[in-house]
Structure formats: C-alpha cells, structure tokens
C-alpha cells in the first residue's frame, strides 16, 4: 500500500518504527539536527505544537495559584556543592563554562587563560539549586508561604546518545517549584501537579498516561518522592512524559529556606518540584502517528483546519480564492474546544496534491481541497486525518459551506475524542496482568536483544503490572540489576492500587502494591 511515509512502523515481521519516527520528524517539518552535537532546531510547525502545549498548559499553572518567573541560564558550581545527592546525579551529564572571553592565540581563537573564571558555572542542568537560594531571600515568615513559581526555559544535559525530542543534549521545558510550611501541604502540590499533568495529557495531548509513585531507585536526586505519568507508545513501550518531586527538606537546608513559625522558632520548609518539556511532542508523535505520517490532536494542532486550493492559473482562480478567504475568515470566528478555530488558507506556490500531502504529514485534524466546482455549488470537500483511508482509498467529504463551518468544531471535538480512545484502547489492552513470576517475567519479554540502545526496535510486549514488595536499598539494587538484564525497567506504582496482592513477582514476599514493569526510551 502506497503511503505519504517514506517508511512504515512495521516491514514485514520487522520493526522499522525507530526509522518510522525519524522519518515523521524529518517528513512531517517538526524538526531537524543542528550543527551543534545532541541538539535541535524546532521548525516552525513543531515549535508550534509547543507554543500550543506552553498556551494551554500555561493557564493550568495559573489556576495552580504558580506565578511565572525566569531565573539565570548559568548557575554557580559552589550551588551543586551544597547538595551532594543531587549533584551526583546530574554530575556526568553538566556543561561547565570555565572562560568568560576568547583570544587568538598562534592563529587560533581559544579560551583566552587570563580569563578564566574564578568560579565555573554549571549550564542549567534543572533550577532547584539556584531557585532554592531566591526562595531563600523571599521566605521569611510563614506569611510567605506557600510560595509557588514557575519558569518556561531551556536546559542542558549533555547526553551521550540523542534522538530529537525525545533525547537532546539541549531542551524546551517547564519547571515548578514550590516551597510549605509543612510535609502535608508540599506533598498536596506534588499531587496537584501530578494531576496537572495527567488530565492536561489526557485531554489536550489525547495521550492516555498511568499517573504514579516512582521506586526508589527512579526517584529525582534528592528527593523523598517522585511521581511520573507514563504513557505507551505504538512498540509497546513507555515513555515517561511528566515528573512531580516532593523533595521534603533537603534541599530546604542545604539553600537555608526557613522561615518564622508561630513559636517565633526558625523551621524549614518543605519543597517540591515538577516538570515536563518538549518529550510531549516525541510522545504525540508515537502514540497518534501511522503510515501516512503524524495525527495531530485538534487541541494542540497549530491549525485545525487547513483550506489547499486547487489553482490552475486561470481566470476562475481569483474565485476559489476569494471562496477560501471567507471560509476561513468564517471558521477563525467559529469557536470549538474553548477556542477560536485555527483555520489557514494555503496559498503557496505548489502543486495543490502536493501541498494536501505535506499536511496530511504534518497530521492537521481536517484538510479541506477546494477546486472550481466546489466553488460553484457551494460546497466544502474534505478529508479528516484521523480517518483518512478506506482500505487503500481516501476518504473524502462533502458538505454545503454553511453546514461545514455549523459542524466544523463537533467535528474537531470528535477528532480530538475519537485518538485519545484509539490510544486508550491501546494502552488498556496491553497491560497484562496474567504475569506473577519472575520466571514468566523473563519467558514473555525475553532479553531485548532485538532493541537498539535507545529503547527503539524489537517486538512489541507492552507492559506488566504485578503485584512486589517494594524492597530498598541492596534488595532493590539486585531487582534492578535483573532487569537490566532484560532491558526492563521499574516505571510507577499506579495511584489506583487494590486492596490486595498477590505475593511479590521478584521475591515471592508478601505484595504490598502492584508496579509497571516496561521497557522504556
């Protein structure tokens, strides 16, 4: 079957869905390699994809009682310093500048060695260190408290084996940060943060997650908690697109966050911490996209509905055009999902089959081709990109342009509704939960000797969730080592968890709760 995809998620018995996901990177314009090593360049309509999820996301943060702020790209090293846990767990992964000024020496521009710096500054690997120290200045009484800021910025870990979106040594995110008076309240805006994230994924991405605590091991560096949503994309594997940290007072102390209780005593405050970035766009992209390249969900499409007309340049094309304009000027006025539509005229200077083709890879939710005859009788044809092919046919539409623009945002809605259950069936279907043994654990996902070292590739498995016994310490090193062995991974211990379990799948110990079991990117 001939597809606008170069390359499909499957050839024969053989995954190609790592190449698949490049290949709707590159096709469909969201991004490409930069000249510089492990990072991006965001084309303009991937970076629209995330001004949509900053737009959206951002008034949820509001609600959250979170102003937004901006703190400095660059953070002093003596900042790490006073967080050993967390400064080892970034430690590999920081860029450092040492020299503030370049000189040319023997013909060469180097670091100039009269200027070098008297401290190194980390590049911003996260902001809990440096933001920590503001919070320090801005708390004094518990009348200051709580204090919650946000900032939308770029961060820097340099990682040794990149893929764009999902793994950049350079990323667009969000991070929050919160600071309490007490465990209760830190860990209620954790959670609220965690739910943030689930119903923002579910609702605006169509992305169905598992929301949950992290093991031990899985948890950010410094932290008492880390919560994840994970999601399953189309190989079965899981992604984890959001992560909330309750980080108790440790990092408190070593910033010197107190403030005054009402015993006139100086206490610490508990913090927390939650983030999510541009992974989303590497997500959608794997869980809605098929052989024909990307599905975007309307709530996050920088245009729902895109007009291609047909021109011939003859003289009853000055009609088509002007048929367009008022179609879209009507559809920009119509409101659907909460907003005003987003509807575009496509009027560059290419072949009309070529131009529907870039957008049904680009994944708009409705493309509208609108020729000389549709003109005359009035009528809207159109394709929705979640429903694009009968068999090898596409489909194709009709309606009056009067009843299109009436059912223009019923139909987005449906559009929007109709991925999120595709992709929800998906995630509910292959959660298996027939596995009880380590033995049977190994038996059904062999050793993953078919994956790439990124996690892409290989058979598709899904994930188990089993019952475990939570171990710690040298207990949990040995689990994950086992695992390792396997290419899995320990993902959350979901938040709806029953009120019995069957004995541990790693130790044959009495469960204590149920864990997703996966592998991962």
């Not at 869905?17 to 969201?30: K, S």
């Not at 000249?35 to 001004?51: A, D, T």
């Not at 689930?198 to 169905?208: M, N, S």
């Not at 005229?345 to 549709?374: H, Y």
Request: with cysteine.
């Amino acid at each position: 079957m001939q597809r606008a995809l170069s390359v499909s998620r499957t050839t024969g018995n053989k995954s190609t869905f790592p190449d698949w996901y490049q290949a709707i990177v590159r096709e469909a314009d969201m991004a490409e390699v930069s000249p510089v090593r492990g990072s991006m360049i965001i084309k303009p309509w991937g970076y629209g994809v995330w001004e949509r999820i900053q737009q959206v996301m951002d008034r949820r943060i509001k609600e959250m009682g979170v102003d937004n702020a901006y703190f400095p790209l660059f953070i002093p090293l003596s900042f790490f310093a006073k967080e050993a846990e967390h400064v080892e767990g970034f430690a590999k992964e920081m860029a450092v500048v040492t020299h503030h000024r370049l000189k040319a020496i023997d013909g060469k521009l180097q670091p100039d060695p009269d200027a070098k710096l008297e401290e190194p500054l980390i590049v911003r690997p996260t902001s809990e260190t440096i933001i920590g120290d503001a919070f320090s200045r801005w708390v004094k009484s518990h009348r200051d408290l709580p204090l919650k800021i946000n900032q939308w910025a770029n961060v820097v870990r340099w990682e040794m084996r990149t893929r764009l979106f999902l793994r950049t040594s350079e990323f667009l995110w969000q991070e929050g940060h919160t600071a309490h008076a007490d465990r209760e309240d830190a860990l209620a805006s954790t959670q609220q943060a965690l739910e943030m994230y689930r119903e923002f994924a579910e609702t605006v991405l169509a992305l169905p997650v598992v929301a949950g605590e992290k093991p031990e091991n899985e948890r950010f560096p410094g932290a008492d908690n880390t919560y994840s949503i994970e999601a399953m994309m189309q190989d079965g594997k899981a992604l984890q697109a959001g992560t909330s940290h309750y980080l108790g007072t440790s990092f408190a102390r070593a910033q010197n966050i107190r403030f005054q209780g009402d015993s006139g005593e100086l206490e610490y405050c508990h913090t927390s911490s939650w983030g999510t970035s541009t992974r989303m766009i590497g997500g959608l992209i794997m869980t809605h996209g098929d052989d024909d390249g990307l599905r975007l969900p309307p709530a996050v499409a920088p245009r729902q509905i895109v007009v291609v007309p047909m021109l011939r340049d003859k003289p009853e094309d000055a009609e088509v055009l002007a048929f367009g304009e008022a179609l879209v000027k009507a559809l920009n006025a119509t409101f659907a999902l909460g907003e005003p539509i987003r509807a575009l005229l496509d009027t560059k200077a290419q072949r009309s089959a070529e131009k529907r083709w870039n957008w049904v890879r680009r994944g708009a939710p409705i493309i509208v081709e609108l020729g000389p005859r549709d003109v005359a009788n009035g009528m809207v044809s159109f394709m929705r990109r979640d429903d694009l092919r009968d068999g090898d046919k596409v489909k194709s539409q009709a309606l009056p342009k009067d009843e299109f623009i009436a059912k223009a945002p019923a139909l987005l809605a449906a559009i929007q509704q109709g991925l999120f259950d595709e992709a929800k069936a998906r995630l509910d279907a292959n959660i298996h939960r027939d596995i009880t043994t380590w033995d049977q654990l190994a038996e059904y996902f062999g050793t993953g000797a078919d994956e790439d070292e990124d996690g892409g590739g290989g058979a598709f498995k899904g994930w188990v969730r089993a019952a475990w016994s939570r171990p710690t310490g040298e207990g949990l090193d040995a689990i994950e080592a086992r695992l390792k062995t396997l290419k899995l991974t320990l993902r959350n211990a979901p938040m709806d968890q029953p009120t019995t379990f069957a004995p541990c799948i790693f130790t044959g110990e009495p469960g204590v709760e149920e864990i997703i079991i996966g592998r991962a990117y």
